[in-house]
């Protein structure tokens, strides 16, 4: 494979005559964002190697040493957007379906899926890492969800992996896009295994010298082994915890049954702790759509099974392209930069319930849903 193509692949030769499929995204300049070319490529090559009896073990990782992937190409999607304001909206559509069948396609493996979060790892890249059997970290992983800040909401699995963190902490980070660390990643089982940055080189070499087997809960094992052992003495290196640190204040802001009751409690906080108060500034200049949105999966999002978390979202993800909300908040961040979104309400008391079930409501008849067949 071409070293310009936007995923490499390569099959690293292991003993007992395996092999180590590894897939980097090969963006650097976009710190890895995630292309409609890029989740084709993905998808197409884990399908064939989840059925190659020679590959014992998936590695994903990120090119260069900023980021696993900061996203998804979000003003290609605002383009799509531009041209069909209304919808339906092809472009969209393919995207979304494609990237959450990929990450479907992550979350039921076959075979161990090691996936490398070190650097920047948001949005589209979360849903690479969350659904990977073994998670791993580094000092310098930077993980969010920051879908308030652009009127989306927390894709790509968000209703699956944020209601399995204790606490509410799910709804907290949800609702403020707040940055993570690798300290709180396993604390949320967002990740499995933290290793020095310095010893990603290190776990591939390790990985290619496993004995494998073709007994593949042996070799999740092996896997195991192999990061419990890089993962030792690190102690020292993985940086202060966040959420654990304010899990009793996370708490109380995020008891309260109703959204506006939680979200003023939030917003009315006043601390000099910074990761307190770039949560509180984002809630506050963020969008009450989405803050709505966020709730719901929440509240509602408890008892789906995978399959259908990934259904509903992509209804809702389609219907944030068909309204203003979306490509206002992409416009105000990246495009015009004027940090100044013009939303269609002032606060969440203002979204109307109507509004909020328009966004849940599917625009595909019930056998017509590009996500039936997950």
Request: glycine fraction near 6%; charge should be negative.
């Amino acid at each position: 494979m071409s070293p310009s193509s936007p995923v490499i692949f390569e099959e690293q030769e292991a003993l007992n005559g395996y092999a180590i499929g590894v897939a980097t995204l090969n963006a650097e300049k976009s710190l890895n964002a995630l292309s409609l070319e890029m989740i084709d490529l993905l998808s197409s090559q884990l399908i064939e190697w989840s059925s190659n009896a020679r590959i014992s073990c998936v590695v994903l990782r990120g090119a260069g040493d900023k980021a696993l992937c900061a996203g998804g190409d979000i003003v290609k999607l605002y383009e799509s957007m531009l041209q069909n304001p209304m919808g339906p909206n092809p472009y969209a559509e393919n995207f979304f379906s494609k990237e959450y069948q990929l990450d479907y396609l992550i979350h039921t493996y076959p075979k161990p899926f090691i996936c490398i979060g070190h650097g920047i790892v948001m949005g589209g890249g979360l849903g690479l890492l969350a659904g990977a059997s073994h998670r791993v970290v580094t000092e310098s992983s930077r993980i969010a969800m920051p879908e308030i800040s652009i009127g989306l909401f927390p894709d790509v699995g968000g209703t699956w992996f944020l209601n399995k963190m204790p606490d509410n902490c799910g709804l907290y980070l949800g609702l403020t896009g707040a940055s993570i660390n690798a300290t709180d990643a396993l604390y949320l089982n967002l990740a499995t295994h933290f290793i020095a940055a310095d010893n990603r080189a290190s776990l591939l070499r390790q990985l290619r010298s496993v004995s494998w087997t073709e007994n593949t809960d042996e070799c999740h094992h092996l896997v195991d082994q192999t990061l419990n052992k890089l993962s030792e003495n690190t102690e020292q290196l993985k940086p202060p915890a966040q959420v654990q640190a304010h899990q009793a204040i996370i708490r109380e802001v995020t008891s309260h049954e109703s959204l506006s009751d939680t979200v003023a409690a939030i917003t009315s906080m006043t601390t000099d702790d910074k990761w307190l108060s770039r949560g509180v500034t984002a809630l506050k200049k963020g969008c009450p759509t989405t803050a709505k949105i966020v709730h719901h999966q929440i509240k509602n999002g408890k008892s789906l099974s995978l399959k259908e978390v990934f259904q509903q979202e992509l209804i809702i993800a389609i219907q944030c392209t068909q309204h203003k909300e979306f490509p206002e908040g992409v416009r105000a961040l990246l495009i015009d930069k004027d940090n100044t979104p013009k939303w269609q309400f002032n606060n969440v008391d203002e979204v109307p319930d109507e509004w909020l079930n328009e966004h849940l409501t599917s625009p595909w008849p019930k056998a017509q849903h590009p996500l039936n067949n997950l």
